[in-house]
């Protein structure tokens, strides 16, 4: 009975935001609100312990807030700069086999700007290079989507997998862990290995739902001919992608295997290496069925149509000074890790209490790569690329409305959790168990040892209401975590599973489709967008449930 009151929250979550299409930014504050008035009502919770725990889990939002703001200004400053449009013109001659395009441009590129910035951004960006290719924008938008599902675990730097881990470090804390940054590492390679595994599936999937659904003879041996490009493309990213994940933590994995990967799968392109001999070609734009076409007209980037005499090199300048800030200060042996990962003055603002309750917050302001690099990169960019004001002020301008919606829902999302998490016998009058608990256990009493197969489409569904995996994993990581406790299977791999979920549901996320539709022009087409993405986001979560779910079984646990 408690466990359906206290799961309220979330199913008035899914209904508004699945049926309703309410935003983020307007569902969770009234998740919060009726989180608060279940916590006062049921668990006997006081006003004054309900406002202090609120307060406490906006404080814990910025850090989230701040990456996701410096990711996005370093994005729209190099757009303001004309620096973003060198970047995309680098791409436009590299090949003229779509196939090939399909995987420099769609999951390449798209990984690259995943890994720096996230939130949407890719699909924004790779979907009108397409369709300036010659892509059908249907076609484009699908591809983008689905494309961009294994970077994410790694987007805005690690985001989701930082958050994920974040929200569990206080059980882990109670668990026992005294290694937080050894259990991080392994969370993050637990992610990594199954994605790598799927990546060269993903892609292959995506090849044949474009020459099959768009191709002229609709054939799938288009796709089989590229398969050896396919795979070289993916080892070449996902080497990288797990050297970095295994030694270097979630910041790197997608921005440094995605930068190695492009250089490697653009030269191989422009000198023919495993490129297939045979053309694949589009049918002629006259026999385009109405819903390949854009119903309206496809806006141009901006950052493509900034006059600017600017070199490739110095476009990617301020990337280059972004990987090398994260590495220097997140490898140990430089010593500036031990220098700014503190949680104290001045290198971190600690509040120990609010209104009385312990809250025991920390934000290490200096180890936030929103401060730096990115926030710091982009003052960098003005004089490096020779700006001027107002465009400085357009690209601020442009971040703080694009960030706005996120923060609010990040804000109230984080807030009910620290709700559910806080909630338990120290601060109610009620004598249970915290709303978290109460839920996890009825989760797990519910499946049993059948919640491996439900721990990934848990991390979809919080994708798909929300639009990001990072709010996917705020919303639900304490849950699953708490829930393989109580079923005594590995914490890490179905937190992997969570991550992974978050990522995978980008292909079919509501907002995300939306977006696409809007960016390439096909507004009308969302529920064929969604309906082909539901396959590969399937196979991408069956996948996920034979790797890790079998290694659960197995008895295998990375932390034992």
Known sequence: MYAII???????????????????????????????????????????????????????????????????????????????GVINRMFTNVSDDPRIQVVIIGFMFGAFIEGAAGFGTPAALAAPLLIGLGFPPLCAAMCALILNSTPVAYGAVGTPTNTAFNMVSSELAGAGVTNAEAWKLGLTKWVAIPSAIICPIIIFITVCMMVKMFGKDKSIKYAIEVIPYILMSAVAFVVPYLICAAFLGPEFPSLIGALVALVICVLTAQKGILVPKTKFEFPERSSWADHWKSTQDVQEDESMKVQTTMSPVMAWVPYGIIALILVLTRIPQTGIKAILNVTKAPFAIAVSHIFGVEVNFAWKWAWNPGVLPFILVALIIIPLHKMKGEQVKAAWKTTFSMVAGAAIALLFGIAMVQLFKSSGAQFNN?????????????????????????????????????????VSCTLFSTLQYAAAVRLGLSTMLILAMQVMGGAMGNMVCVNNIVSACATCGTIGAEGRLMRSNVVPCLIYAALTILILGGLILTGFNPIA
């Open 430 to 470: 009620s004598g249970m168990d915290s709303m978290l608990i109460v839920m996890a256990n009825g989760m797990a009493d519910l499946f049993g040892k059948a919640y491996i197969v439900v721990a990934p489409l848990i991390g979809v569904i919080g994708a798909f209401i929300s639009g990001s995996a990072t």
């Open 6 to 84: 206290a799961f309220i929250p979330i199913i008035v979550t899914i209904i508004v935001m699945a049926g309703f299409n309410w935003p983020a930014k307007i569902a969770l504050p009234l998740a919060w609100l009726i989180t608060a008035i279940v916590c006062f009502a049921f668990w006997k919770m006081d006003l004054i312990t309900i406002a202090a725990q609120t307060i406490a889990g906006f404080l814990g939002s910025i850090d989230t807030i701040v990456i996701i703001f410096g990711a996005i200004l370093i994005m729209n400053t190099l757009k303001q700069s004309g620096g973003m």
